[in-house]
């Protein structure tokens, strides 16, 4: 039974280029959490996805960033016009329903815009 | 929403020694406190939970105790060895949420 599948796991983009992270869930789950970690700081909540809708954004900026997760395939992180503030690791999260607080976590991406 | 502070920062023990690390929340209707662990360049993974209805919960060298009246809550491990270096993480939901709050990590270096 895989884990939780994030790629890529790194990620260079130079200043106002695109970013899109990836992130398959566990089989059978069908709820995404999407975490920033900058260094030496905990993990921020940014947006929790369930199939085809956003449930809850209102960790993530308003701008540049967006989140979706298809009914086919994985749920995908997109960074548009990147800056070098968002250098950071992005962690993914998965669980079984809505009302579970397991969270079982991807190996992240670090994304290093130069 | 919840507000998670965690302490210390940084921690230093020998081997064998044990090991406190210290969470307080805000939200009086959190309900769920888990402890994460984190190797550098790894990704985050649940180590010990507590739920509200209990005080205090063991597994092995790891204990997490629980005051809800005073809204803190500690991670305990006894005889530390130095795979127990890492980042250690607390996280407590907003009632009503599943969606964790994190504290800001502890760094926990055993030295042989």
């Known amino acids: 039974n895989a884990g939780v599948m994030q790629n890529p796991r790194h990620l260079v983009r130079r200043r106002g280029q695109e970013a899109r992270l990836r992130c398959s869930p566990m089989?059978?789950?069908?709820?995404v959490y999407w975490y920033r970690q900058l260094p030496e700081e905990g993990l921020k909540f940014m947006v929790y996805?369930?199939?085809?809708?956003?449930?809850?954004e209102s960790g993530m900026p308003k701008e540049r960033f967006s989140a979706e997760f298809p009914k086919e395939g994985p749920s995908i992180l997109r960074i548009q016009q990147v800056v070098r503030g968002d250098s950071a690791a992005y962690f993914c999260?998965?669980?079984?329903?809505?009302?579970?607080?397991?969270?079982?976590f991807g190996p992240g991406t670090r994304l290093t815009v130069t | 929403g919840e507000n998670v502070e965690q302490h210390p920062s940084t921690l230093s023990v020998q081997e064998g020694d044990s090991a406190v690390i210290k969470c307080t929340y805000s939200d009086s209707a959190s309900n769920y406190f888990p402890w994460y662990k984190q190797e550098l360049g790894k990704r985050p993974q649940l180590i010990i939970d507590?739920?509200?209805?209990?005080g205090e919960k063991k597994d092995q060298r790891i204990a997490v105790t629980l005051n809800k009246t005073a809204k803190h809550f500690s991670l305990h491990i006894t005889e530390t060895q130095p795979e127990d270096s890492a980042v250690y993480f607390c996280a407590a939901p907003s009632g009503g949420s599943y969606i964790p709050t994190f504290g800001r990590g502890t760094s926990l270096i055993v030295h042989p």
């Open positions: 999260a998965s669980s079984p329903s809505w009302d579970s607080y397991e969270q079982y």
């Open positions: 996805l369930q199939k085809e809708n956003i449930i809850d």
């Open positions: 089989k059978g789950h069908s709820h």
């Open positions: 507590i739920r509200s209805n209990v």
